[in-house]
């Protein structure tokens, strides 16, 4: 009966209701019939199992097989797998429309179609808008790990949510219960570790929701291998070997051996370069380049990439200094004074030499006959050498020198006229 017509007879007369069932596929084949009873539970906070039930009557030749795949918010996810068992586990976040679609396939065989999908769908609770948003979690030092997140635009400010958390290993979800609210960011603490041998780490599933049927709960799977963030280094320690600087820090004692480098960074205060040195070790040595200048040093880890695909950086260590350096306020001192120092020695010292001219050298040759030669014209229409500003300056210069008695004996003239004036 189903012979080569058939494909003709359903294209030219059946299109409509052919096409359908055959999904689209291309004609020739027997369509199988698809699974029934599609159905989920959860299996864990964040974890659902699909089932369903096998199709029936196919025929014992066919290899049978399932495919499935997941729709998030209308967006296919890509996520196709095809198995002979009868159910799939998936994550799901909550916050969002989740439907998973399933078909038969008879894998080798030409002579059948696979069936049409079935599907169902996963709504979300709650009012859009409320589920927590931003989650960002980090995972210090493999020791605890800190997750936070801010309330939903539509969330009231006094939304009390709680973080759950689970992860394969785990017989029961556990409750968050060190939360910390800043400026409308939530925060909340765990400890988190394994044994230190442990090389593979299971994803974390971690759930955010309120008591309340109106807040949306959202969750979330985390791969904790991408969150290590290592502990600040402790410890560190400056000295001076032989002209090098020997700098020295404290190991992270939860790391397992060799999946940390660090990075040391240095300054010496007179150079704007701060080199970073890259060490495997808990020490380095850089070779003192100016032994009168101050070195500041800090140190940094990160995660190796074969042990962890972290990309967080430890904090900085507190900066840690070796070497004197004059500070700033001396050489600020030293600017001015030296100078001021010049400047003042140098008057001292004009003001003695001619001190000390006037003393060796009596004025023998007076100088007044000098400046009276050298300013005779200005002398001719004066009437006394009170009235000469010329020698009367020189007097006062003189004066100024307090050497009264000198003046007063070399020109008694002039203290004359002073007088009379
Ligand atoms: C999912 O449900 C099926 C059917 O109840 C069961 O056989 C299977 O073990 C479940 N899977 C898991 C991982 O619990
Ligand atoms: C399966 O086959 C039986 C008998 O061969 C038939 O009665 C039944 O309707 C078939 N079921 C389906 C879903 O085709
Ligand atoms: C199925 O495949 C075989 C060889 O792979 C081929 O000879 C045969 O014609 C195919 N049948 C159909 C219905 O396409
Ligand atoms: C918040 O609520 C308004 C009104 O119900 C809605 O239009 C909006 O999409 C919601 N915000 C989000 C992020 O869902
Ligand atoms: C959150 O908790 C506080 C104190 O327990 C309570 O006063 C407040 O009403 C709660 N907020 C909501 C939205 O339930
Ligand atoms: C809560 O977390 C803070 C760090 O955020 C920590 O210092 C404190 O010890 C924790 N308290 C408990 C009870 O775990
Ligand atoms: C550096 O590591 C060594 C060996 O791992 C250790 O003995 C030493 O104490 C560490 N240095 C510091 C400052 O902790």
């Known amino acids: 009966m189903d012979g080569p017509a058939a494909p003709l007879r359903c294209r030219l007369l059946l299109a409509a209701a052919c096409c359908v069932a055959a999904a689209g596929t291309a004609a020739g084949a027997k369509v199988l019939p698809p699974p029934s009873n599609l159905d989920y539970s959860f299996i864990q906070m964040c974890t659902l199992n699909w089932t369903w039930n096998p199709p029936e009557n196919v025929s014992s030749s066919c290899d049978l097989e399932y495919s499935s795949d997941i729709v998030i918010d209308e967006v296919p996810q890509d996520k196709r797998e095809w198995s002979k068992s009868r159910f799939r586990v998936t ?3 909550l916050n969002e429309e989740m439907r998973f679609k399933v078909r038969s396939e008879c894998k080798y065989d030409n002579t059948s179609e696979p069936s049409r999908w079935v599907e169902t769908a996963l709504l979300p609770k709650g009012i859009p808008g409320t589920a927590a948003v931003g989650l960002n979690c980090v995972w210090h030092n493999l020791e605890y790990m800190a997750c936070m997140w801010r309330p ?29 609210v800043e400026q409308g960011n939530f925060e909340c603490v765990f400890k988190l570790s394994f044994p230190k041998l442990t090389n593979t780490y299971p994803a974390i599933s971690i759930l955010i929701r309120d008591d309340s049927e109106d807040i949306r709960p959202m969750c979330a799977s985390k791969n904790p291998t991408t969150l ?8 560190v320690t400056l000295s001076k070997i032989n002209d090098d600087i020997h700098v020295e820090w404290s190991h992270s004692d939860t790391f397992p051996e060799n999946c940390l480098f660090y990075e040391v960074k240095y300054h010496n205060g007179d150079l704007d370069t701060t080199p970073i040195i890259k060490v495997e070790n808990n020490y380095t040595s850089i070779p003192s380049i100016d032994p009168n200048s101050k070195y500041i040093f800090k140190v940094r880890a990160k995660p190796k990439p074969e042990c962890y695909s972290s990309e967080l950086y430890s904090d ?7 070497g004197e350096k004059m500070d700033s306020t001396f050489y600020f001192v030293l600017i001015i004074t030296i100078p001021l120092i010049v400047a003042v020695s140098t008057i001292i010292l004009l003001v003695y030499l001619k001190r000390l001219k006037i003393l060796i050298l009596p004025p023998i040759p007076d100088p007044r006959e000098i400046l009276k030669l050298m300013f005779g014209d200005q002398n001719e229409d004066s009437q006394g050498c009170a009235k000469d500003d010329s020698v009367n300056t020189y007097d006062r210069l003189i004066k100024e020198e307090e050497i009264h008695s000198l003046v007063l004996t070399e020109t008694p003239e002039c203290t004359n006229s002073e007088k009379e004036n």
Do not use: M
């Open 91 to 93: 994550h799901t976040y």
């Open 152 to 180: 939903g635009e539509n969330a009231s400010r006094d939304t009390n949510y709680t973080l759950f958390y689970w992860f394969d290993g785990l017989e029961n979800q556990e409750k968050c219960n060190n939360y910390s």
């Open 228 to 235: 290590v963030k290592p502990a600040t280094p402790r410890r």
């Open 316 to 322: 900085w260590s507190e900066e840690k200094s070796i």
